[in-house]
Antibody, heavy 121, light 114 residues
Framework: QVQLQESGPGLVKPSETLSLTCTVS????????WSWIRQPPGKGLEWIGY???????NYNPSLKSRVTISVDTSKNQFSLKLSSVTAADTAVYYC???????????????WGQGTLVTVSS | DIVMTQSPDSLAVSLGERATINCKSS????????????LAWYQQKPGQPPKLLIY???TRESGVPDRFSGSGSGTDFTLTISSLQAEDVAVYYC??????????FGPGTKVDIK
């Protein structure tokens, strides 16, 4: 059974860079697309972007200038960096796996538990 | 971007009764070459990540009770809970994965017990 676990600081100062890592266990990171999705407290879901195990990426245009997603296949991990954060970036950040191998347009059957990141000085 | 809307915002249904949630996309999510609707449904309970219920608009995820069903095509979709159970109290989201970027979610529908 594939499991995903987010890790990283729960508090980030305004204008700094948010950095999170998702560790995948119970399966290989190969062959799938891996995404970051966030949810501000009490609000809906926003897709941030995805990365393929080969390293190709696609980002939400609304965040593209500030987002970098990378992958480390040797550690079965992928990571999110979001720069120049403001209070509007306060959210629960989820990592998730695409539903079908090699298929970028997909649903999400596997999610991490999520990690709350608060942007505050 | 494809904009997803849901109705109603919330609903309260008696135990054992039917709950119906609607989802509408601002453009068709039906891909003509494979005749598939790129639409998924999720259930989210407080403090938990979303749980996939339905993909391809009507394919139930493994392990999801058969009281959950999805229907619709093109721009209009429905999630039906045929006989509401107490454990179905949650927020339900639709998601389109037809166009990228970005994949987009509906705003959610909260389901409660009447």
């Amino acid at each position: 059974q594939v499991q995903l676990q987010e890790s990283g600081p729960g508090l980030v100062k305004p204008s700094e860079t948010l950095s999170l890592t998702c560790t995948v266990s119970g399966g290989s990171i190969s062959s799938y697309y891996w995404s970051w999705i966030r949810q501000p407290p009490g609000k809906g879901l926003e897709w941030i972007g995805y990365i393929y195990y080969s390293g190709s990426t696609n980002y939400n245009p609304s965040l593209k200038s500030r987002v970098t997603i990378s992958v480390d296949t040797s550690k079965n991990q992928f990571s999110l960096k979001l720069s120049s954060v403001t209070a509007a970036d306060t959210a629960v950040y989820y990592c998730a796996r695409g539903g079908s191998p090699g298929y970028s347009s997909s649903w999400y059957a596997y999610w991490g538990q999520g990690t709350l990141v608060t942007v505050s000085s | 971007d494809i904009v997803m809307t849901q109705s109603p915002d919330s609903l309260a249904v008696s135990l054992g009764e039917r709950a119906t949630i609607n989802c509408k996309s601002s453009q068709s999510v039906l891909y003509s070459s494979n005749n598939k609707n790129y639409l998924a449904w999720y259930q989210q309970k407080p403090g938990q990540p979303p749980k996939l219920l339905i993909y391809w608009a009507s394919t139930r995820e493994s392990g999801v009770p058969d009281r959950f069903s999805g229907s619709g095509s093109g721009t209009d979709f429905t999630l039906t809970i045929s006989s509401l159970q107490a454990e179905d109290v949650a927020v339900y989201y639709c998601q389109q994965y037809y166009s990228t970027p970005p994949f987009t979610f509906g705003p959610g529908t909260k389901v409660d017990i009447k």
